[in-house]
């Protein structure tokens, strides 16, 4: 099926240990998003990509980092997980503005 | 600054009855795009509507519409005949035009139905 696969699902971390998180997408969209949602703060931005090779970053950037080597791939590492970054990730990818936005299912990350 | 607000943390409505969840938007870009989500339990997001600054009409699907009034700068979603499977969180966004086109969020409402 079309659409947006994170993995892992799920993984719990050890403080200082790094990670990286896989979103791929099958539909040839231009932009990706790294989403993070923690309770009672809704969704919120990491990083972006507007193609292949470009990053920038969203509002919470600090501690995370990005690649977009490949169009179809955006990841997102932690170099050094902390207790703060436990949350869930969502990856998103779009093809513009008026094309609408599809979401991954999700990662549930804990660092302990 | 962009900006989405939701100050309904939680609504609970009983089933059949029509509910209103409030988003209200700050923005000074001419051209925006609004949007409403909906989160069951089990996590995914659900798109449910989207409605353009320039639409002259308010957006409607299925039993989801959004009462648009732009002077207001407000983006409700209205749900007709509520089922027990609307119970989830409801997201309110807007385009971010600056970062790429990305979604800003609202905190979110939970939604409870009941029989």
């Known amino acids: 099926n079309a659409g947006v696969t994170q993995t892992p699902k799920f993984r719990v971390l050890k403080t200082g240990q790094s990670m990286t998180l896989l979103c791929a997408q099958d539909?040839?969209?231009?932009?990706m998003y790294w989403y993070r949602q923690d309770p009672g703060m809704g969704l919120r931005l990491i990083h972006y990509s507007v193609g292949e090779g470009t990053t920038a970053k969203g509002e919470v950037p600090d501690g995370y980092n990005v690649s977009r080597l490949k169009k179809q791939n955006f990841l997102l590492g932690l170099e050094s997980a902390a207790p703060s970054q436990t949350s869930v990730y969502f990856c998103?990818?779009?093809?513009?503005?008026?094309?609408?936005?599809?979401f991954g299912s999700g990662t549930r990350l804990t660092v302990v | 600054a962009q900006k989405i607000t939701q100050t309904q943390p939680g609504m609970f409505v009983q089933e059949k009855e029509a509910v209103t969840l409030d988003c209200t938007y700050d923005?000074?870009?001419?051209?925006?795009?609004l949007f409403w989500y909906k989160q069951p339990s089990s996590g995914e997001m659900i798109f449910l509507i989207y409605?353009?600054?320039?639409?002259?009409q308010n957006a409607t699907e299925g039993r989801y519409s959004l009462n648009f009034q732009k002077a207001r700068k407000s983006a409700n979603l209205v749900i007709s005949a509520s089922q027990l499977g609307d119970s989830a969180m409801y997201f309110c966004a807007m385009i971010r035009h600056q970062a790429g086109t990305a979604l800003i969020f609202g905190k979110g409402t939970t939604l409870s139905v009941s029989s």
């Open positions: 409605q353009g600054s320039y639409d002259q």
């Open positions: 539909m040839n969209h231009e932009y």
């Open positions: 923005t000074s870009d001419p051209s925006y795009g």
């Open positions: 998103a990818s779009s093809q513009g503005v008026y094309y609408g936005y599809t």
